[in-house]
């Protein structure tokens, strides 16, 4: 069994960054992809980044493409997303999953283990 728990998030001003964390603890993580999903009030949860087991992998949502950097290091059993030039349309709820799956998924139910969520509100 794999246990994920946040760090971060918070209130930012438009242009703003963020960095959220995530650290696994259990077996296998390390061979696990990972990623990280919004949910705004009112919709779905959404994909924003994956990266592979290795971290040689990576994936973006176009929302959150050239603007945020998914990163992993496994010797920590970790992995971050930095968050560059926020919107407020970016306001969500974030999570980190692991899917047992070594490659990228973007597919909410390809991932088995969940964080506990963290709020991220961009606004002036």
């Known amino acids: 069994q794999v246990e994920v728990v946040q760090s971060g998030g918070g209130l930012v001003q438009p242009g703003g960054s963020l960095k959220l964390s995530c650290t696994a603890s259990?077996?296998?993580?390390?061979?696990?992809?990972a990623g990280w999903f919004r949910q705004a009030p009112g919709r779905e949860r959404e994909f924003v980044s994956a990266i592979s087991w290795f971290g040689k992998t990576t994936e973006y949502s176009k929302s959150a493409k050239g603007r945020f950097t998914i990163s992993r290091d496994n010797a920590k059993n970790t992995m971050w997303l930095q968050m560059n030039s926020l919107k407020p349309e970016d306001t969500a709820v974030y999570y980190c999953?692991?899917?047992?799956?070594?490659?990228?998924?973007?597919?909410?139910?390809?991932?088995?283990?969940w964080g506990q969520g963290t709020q991220v509100t961009v606004s002036s």
């Open positions: 259990g077996p296998n993580f390390n061979n696990y992809a």
């Open positions: 999953a692991a899917s047992e799956l070594g490659t990228v998924t973007a597919r909410v139910r390809e991932y088995h283990y």
